[in-house]
Nanobody
């Protein structure tokens, strides 16, 4: 069982990135996917989740209207499209899978190792 994030990098203020979360060893089709981030010197925070039917999607206010979660079941992959990026979005971004639609970390079982997103001002 493995989750691998990709798509991070350095981007200028106002730019966009799309993060991917690819799963191997199990199907994401029946799991909730949460995206979390940890900025330097701060605790990790949950920013969004999308449930398996894509009919329950939550975004924290800090990313609402700028970030969009989506999925591709045929590729067993979930995506986080990030637009209008700001320096405050600089963090290591993680995807995780669970069975409960929440941004509370303890309800997520499998985690990726994270991908760095850096937004320059």
């Amino acid at each position: 069982v493995q989750l691998v994030e990709s798509g991070g990098g350095l981007v200028q203020f106002g730019g966009s990135l799309r993060l991917s979360c690819a799963a191997s060893g199990f199907s994401l089709a029946n799991h909730v996917i949460g995206w979390f981030r940890q900025a330097p010197g701060k605790e990790r925070e949950g920013i969004t989740f999308i449930n398996n039917r894509c009919d329950d999607i939550f975004y924290q206010d800090s990313v609402k209207s700028r970030f969009t979660s989506s999925r591709n079941n045929s590729k067993n992959t979930r995506y986080l499209q990030m637009n209008d990026l700001k320096p405050d979005d600089t963090a290591v971004y993680y995807c995780a899978t669970g069975l409960m639609a929440t941004v509370i970390e303890k309800y997520y079982q499998y985690w990726g190792v994270g991908t760095q997103v850096t937004v320059s001002s």
